[in-house]
């Protein structure tokens, strides 16, 4: 069973950065791609970027686009999320998320989720 922990949420103002991480543990190998998703108050959870474990292929919302950016460390099972000028719309909770069959990396079909992490940004 593979398990996942975040860290690196926190309080930042408008404009400022952060770097969330995504430790994999437990039954982690033949991953197809890591991803990560966010929930605001009120909101259904969405799409933020995802990477694919075997050639490093990136995907991101429109939203974050030019201002995330996605990595990860194959031999610390580690995924990274960068988060430059961050809004205050960018507030929510962050999961991180494993798929481990092929499909596609913007749906939230995963299988297995981190706890989340708080993020959030004031103006």
């Known amino acids: 069973q593979g398990q996942l922990v975040e860290s690196g949420g926190g309080l930042v103002q408008a404009g400022g950065s952060l770097r969330l991480s995504c430790a994999a543990s437990?039954?982690?190998?033949?991953?197809?791609?890591m991803g990560w998703f966010r929930q605001a108050p009120g909101k259904e959870r969405e799409f933020v970027a995802a990477?694919?474990?075997?050639?490093?292929?990136?995907y991101y919302a429109d939203s974050v686009q030019d201002r995330f950016t996605i990595s990860k460390d194959n031999a610390k099972n580690t995924m990274y999320l960068q988060m430059n000028n961050l809004k205050p719309e960018d507030t929510a909770v962050y999961y991180c998320?494993?798929?481990?069959?092929?499909?596609?990396?913007?749906?939230?079909?995963?299988?297995?989720w981190g706890q989340g992490t708080q993020v959030t940004v004031s103006s």
């Open positions: 990477v694919r474990w075997s050639g490093g292929t990136t």
């Open positions: 437990g039954r982690t190998f033949g991953n197809y791609a």
């Open positions: 998320a494993v798929r481990v069959r092929p499909g596609s990396v913007r749906l939230q079909d995963y299988d297995y």
